[in-house]
């Protein structure tokens, strides 16, 4: 049964001028170690990191809340599995909502190109 699903569509050069402004600032609050540690390898690093911050989004949305109602954008973690496929991975208050909500699979397709990036998840419950 589905729970819940979220979509979210990024431009690129807003984040990659967050990053500018802001520097690690920016990226502590919002990425885990391992997602800079990945986006950081990259030429265009700004595209990846618009994609994770793009399911973020899409995992705040599918669950029925919004950025402030208590899960922080760091307890979402975007990685992948041995085939490249994006997983999330919660902790915290984002962990105890997906308990709380019974979800038992988060599916997750990540996209991007020069100027956007986008991410559609859905939330599957028992």
Known sequence: MIHGVGIDLVENDRIENIICKWGDKFLERVFSDNEVAYCAKHTQSSLHYAARFAAKESFLKALGIGLGMGVKLKEIEVTRNNDGQPLIIA?????????????????????HTKKYAAAFLVMEKE
């Open 91 to 111: 902790h915290g208050e984002a962990l105890n909502q997906i308990k709380k909500n019974k979800i038992k699979k988060i599916n997750l397709s990540l996209t």
